[in-house]
């Protein structure tokens, strides 16, 4: 934001000269730090998964770094990018590396680099039921008290430090926190609303699905050189529509608080539907959560609106952090978390009963559609897991776990 507000300041060759020449090496270097870790490209989080079921080895320190320092630049850069996948794998990775240190055994390995996997989601949302229900909900698939306890304790541990740090306030400052009890009207339009969220889900995974096929499709193109060109047009939403650009959360701060003219509406969604999967499919370090709880929030005013024309005279406000919920429900199949995480990021907790309908609702649709979670989608796609497969290896089958520890 600083540097947009420079280049305006100065000429339009030397401001946008500047902007572009940031955005693309941002681009280009966050993408080949890759290269020295190249399971720290994208979210990373299908990779944690993939570890807890023993498709691949859990995360080693030097994704730590390549993960920190390439999610700086480009995060920073203006990139559509989450800052949770970085931080889940981060956390990943430092709970494996505290494991080996202190020898654990090859099951204690797992746990911890899973509890501490999601740590670092609550701790890059200040959402501490979030992270810890992400972990049960998304990461495992399961719940048993010795993976409770060390979630619990690592959630604890992890966003004690970073709250003493930050400050406790919820991610989104959402000014007017009140919401009326939804009468019949708003309680059909929630049900309504979680159908299409249900439907508008699956359609976005399937836009990340297929860019990434494209980038894959140009295999002749270095991969930074392709993530220079994603770069050019990160630099132009930079300079011309410094908004739109980034994660995220600025914008959709603006949106639980204001009503924005549909039209502006529009035209956000529809920039920001291709925007955010195709900074994703350059393979940088970033995750998806970020672009995700926009998009959900831009299909909450655009549906409001819509009904409101037809006189249920809505509260495009409470339909955006609902939408955030209920689109991360049909996105990444864990409703609960999604509930958790919204109301701890914007102590929106009027909207609880709203956000679970809509969200049980969103799932649901999703299911119906036969939509798979984007990141069993995103794991799919891993090279050793593409193998098991091929051998004839059921990739869905939850992972053995010794009675020991059960």
């Known amino acids: ?22 955005c693309v090496a941002c681009a280009v270097i966050g993408r080949f730090l890759v290269r020295f870790a190249p399971t720290a490209g994208g979210s990373g989080i299908q990779y ?19 993960k920190f320092f390439g999610g700086i630049l480009t995060l920073g850069s203006g990139m559509a990018l989450g800052r949770e996948g970085p931080t889940v794998q981060m956390g990943a990775s430092i709970g494996a590396t505290i494991a080996r240190i202190l020898k654990f055994s090859k099951e204690e390995l797992r746990f911890l680099t899973i509890a501490s996997a999601g740590t670092g989601l609550g701790v890059a949302f200040s959402s501490p039921l979030g992270g810890a229900m992400f ?3 998304e990461a495992t698939k399961d ?39 939804p009468g019949v009207k708003e309680s059909i339009a929630f049900i309504l609303f979680g159908i299409f969220i ?4 699956p359609l976005y995974n399937k836009m990340v699905l297929i860019l990434l096929n494209t980038n894959a499709y140009f295999t ?13 047009v990160v630099a132009l939403l930079v300079y011309f529509a410094p908004g739109l650009a980034g994660g995220g959360d600025q914008l959709g701060t603006e949106m639980l608080n204001y009503t924005f003219p549909i039209a502006t509406v529009l035209v956000i969604g529809l ?55 209920a689109f991360f429900a049909s996105t990444i199949c864990a409703p609960i978390t999604g509930v958790l995480l919204i109301l701890e990021m914007t102590a929106c907790w009027d909207l609880t009963l709203p956000m679970l309908i809509g969200s049980a609702l969103a799932f649901f649709t999703a299911q119906v559609l036969k939509s798979q979670p984007i990141y069993t989608a995103l794991r799919l796609r891993i090279p050793e897991v593409k ?10 089958q939850p992972p053995a776990i010794p009675e020991k520890l059960s």
């Not at 807890?52 to 770094?65: D, G």
């Not at 193998?387 to 869905?396: I, T």
Request: aromatic residues 12%.
């Open 387 to 396: 193998q098991m497969q091929q051998q004839g290896v059921d990739v869905f």
């Open 198 to 201: 249900g439907v508008m889900g």
């Open 48 to 66: 944690v998964e993939a570890a807890w079921r023993e498709e691949v080895e859990p995360a080693r320190f030097k994704i730590l770094l390549v």
């Open 135 to 137: 972990t049960f909900e």
């Open 1 to 22: 934001m600083e540097l947009t507000t420079w280049a305006h300041s100065v000429s339009f060759w030397e401001g946008f000269g500047a902007v572009l020449l940031v």
């Open 271 to 325: 920039i920001r539907w291709f925007f955010a999967p195709l900074c994703y499919a350059t393979g940088v370090p970033g995750g998806l959560f970020s672009p995700l709880l926009l998009m959900g929030g831009i299909l909450g005013h655009v549906f409001a609106w819509t009904l409101n024309l037809i006189g249920f005279d809505l509260n495009p406000m409470a339909f955006c952090a609902v939408g955030m919920s």
């Open 220 to 232: 002749k193109v270095i991969p930074e050189v392709k993530a220079g060109i994603i770069g050019i």
């Open 143 to 181: 719940i048993r008290m010795n993976l409770v306890i060390p979630t619990l304790i690592c959630v604890f541990a992890g966003c004690t430090v970073s709250m003493t740090i930050l400050g406790m306030q919820p991610d989104y400052n959402v000014i007017n926190r009140t919401f009326m009890i």
